[in-house]
């Protein structure tokens, strides 16, 4: 199942911002000025880190593609910021990294699978 994204025009202090917004689950997935995030209101999978924002464990799909290189394997331990996985969507090629520092818990797709927006690709264990 492909998700498709919403087109919407904001304004934030009067100036208009175009953004592209889609709701899977508790999830909403947002995508402004070429970049992806994700906002999970209701989630545990989350916790504060310095006061300074969201942190997941979870390295999800940011949005429909196709999975081009695993770098990493179930039970590698991995750094915040490191490389982990490799898609292609849009005809562009996205590097999706660990958020956190941990152990690879699992990986939940292989090179070659098409991916939905919000999906988890792979987990990064305490």
């Avoid at 909403?28 to 992806?36: A, K, R, S, V």
């Avoid at 660990?98 to 987990?123: F, M, N, T, W, Y």
Wanted: proline fraction near 5%.
């Amino acid at each position: 199942m492909e998700t498709m994204m919403k087109s919407y025009e904001i304004q934030i202090d009067g100036h208009p911002f175009r953004v592209w917004a889609e709701k899977v689950g508790k999830t909403l997935w947002y995508h402004y000025n070429g970049e992806t995030f994700m906002f999970q209101p209701e989630s545990k999978q989350h916790a504060g880190t310095g006061g300074s924002g969201l942190v997941h464990r979870g390295i999800m799909a940011p949005m429909p593609g196709k999975i081009i290189k695993v770098m990493v394997s179930a039970g590698q331990s991995v750094d915040a910021g490191q490389p982990v996985l490799v898609m292609e969507a849009m005809k562009m090629e996205y590097t999706l990294e660990a958020q956190v520092s941990g152990k690879i818990d699992r990986i939940a797709c292989a090179p070659g699978d098409q991916v939905s927006l919000g999906q988890e690709l792979a987990h990064v264990g305490e």
